[in-house]
């Protein structure tokens, strides 16, 4: 089974609200997807969510890596000859994770139908379900507390918070949701490099006595400040989960030996694909690092192949599989089974995806 083709297009899916973080805010979800053709008359399929302000790629720019550096490299490759088609696609460019992680996933949907086994059995088929928190955007205290309360109603029993837009406002916000929400919803903070290491001790020692039950606190500082990272580990009860500050595993093995964090999030689109996220799981399995398996604002093609990685390993034991959830259509036929908090991946072989509605061809 070659190579023979590798087609991009657009996908656009309306969110149910907007999506806000201290770096962006987004009403839609706009992704390229990728279909890699074969001479066995089979296609694989992939998804690139570009996030220009973390891995700096934007929609041309996939393609544009996609069009003058993969495809013309990998024309001809053999889908059984995994190592050597994966080698290839890595040296072709260096960076541009996003479009390398929709090639490659598309290639391990080829590999998984050319052997007839689901993706996640492929790499250890740990569990078939997950539980995914959801994501409540940063807006004004009783905003988040109305949209937590939403958010319960629908089944999420574990809430992200978005903050670190404004610190003194930001323990307001976490007040106003744990108020709304009661001491049985899991709480979890994602500050997307928000604060000062300085501002993050602060805050979190404050609300470390008056907001109990904080599961964790998400990249509280700029993404290559590894000091300040473990400085406010160091100074914190709460746990920390690396989020901006790892892409490959090299950033990982450095996390992780100066004990910069409690736990590392693991994204397809950061990581370059799979096969780099193992990597950075083998690591994580070493050193008793439990790692996170994250997304960013993706459809449901990519959330398929984030959530069969997260099946396939028990080292990754948290889950943040969401955008989905806050899109209010779902184009995307077969793949993950979504119900509430809920992920379920199936027997059906690659990706199991068996169509995708209103993609706009290139
Ligand atoms: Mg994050």
Redesign the pocket.
């Known amino acids: 089974m070659h190579i023979t083709n590798i087609r991009t297009g657009l996908i656009k899916i309306p969110l149910r609200t907007p999506f806000k973080?201290s770096l962006r805010t987004i009403d839609h979800i706009t992704s390229v997807v990728v279909a890699v053709d074969t001479d066995a008359n089979i296609s694989g399929i992939g998804e690139a969510h570009p996030t220009g302000p973390i891995t700096g790629e934007s929609l041309g720019s996939v393609r544009g890596a996609i069009n003058e550096f993969m495809l013309p490299r990998l024309k001809g490759k053999e889908i059984q000859n995994l190592e050597d088609t994966l080698n290839t696609l890595d040296a072709s460019i260096i960076k541009n994770t996003s479009a390398k992680a929709a090639v490659e996933m598309a290639i391990f949907d080829l590999f998984g139908k050319k052997f007839n086994i689901p993706v996640f059995r492929l790499f250890g088929g740990f569990r078939n379900k997950i539980e995914t928190d959801l994501t409540i955007s940063v807006n004004s205290p009783e905003e988040m507390a109305r949209d937590s309360r939403i958010a319960i109603e629908r089944g999420f029993r574990i809430l992200?918070l978005k903050v670190g837009l404004n610190p003194e406002l930001d323990i307001e916000r976490i007040k106003a949701v744990r108020e709304a929400t009661g001491p049985n919803t899991v709480l979890r903070l994602?500050a997307?490099q928000g604060w000062t290491a300085r501002e993050a001790i602060k805050i979190m020692n404050e609300i470390a006595w008056e907001i109990p039950g904080i599961e964790l606190v998400?990249?509280p500082v700029e993404a290559h400040d590894i000091e300040g990272l473990k400085r406010v580990r160091d100074s914190i009860t709460t746990p920390v989960?690396a989020?901006?500050a790892v892409f490959s595993p090299v950033d990982a093995e450095k996390i992780i030996s100066m004990g910069a964090a409690d736990y590392i999030?693991i994204k397809l689109m950061k990581t370059g694909g799979l096969r780099s996220a193992l990597r950075i799981c083998s690591l994580a399995e070493m050193h008793r690092v439990e790692c996170f398996l994250?997304c960013m604002m993706e459809s449901k093609i990519s959330v398929t192949a984030a959530a069969h990685l997260a099946c396939a390993r028990s080292i990754i034991t948290r889950f943040?599989l969401d955008s989905p959830a806050l899109c209010s259509t779902d184009p995307v036929h077969g793949g993950v089974e979504i119900d509430g908090p809920w992920l379920k991946v199936s027997e059906a072989p690659g990706l199991g995806i068996d169509q995708v509605d209103g993609i706009e061809w290139d």
Do not use: I, S, V
């Open positions: 973080t992200k994602d997307n998400e990249q989960l989020d901006e999030n994250g943040d």
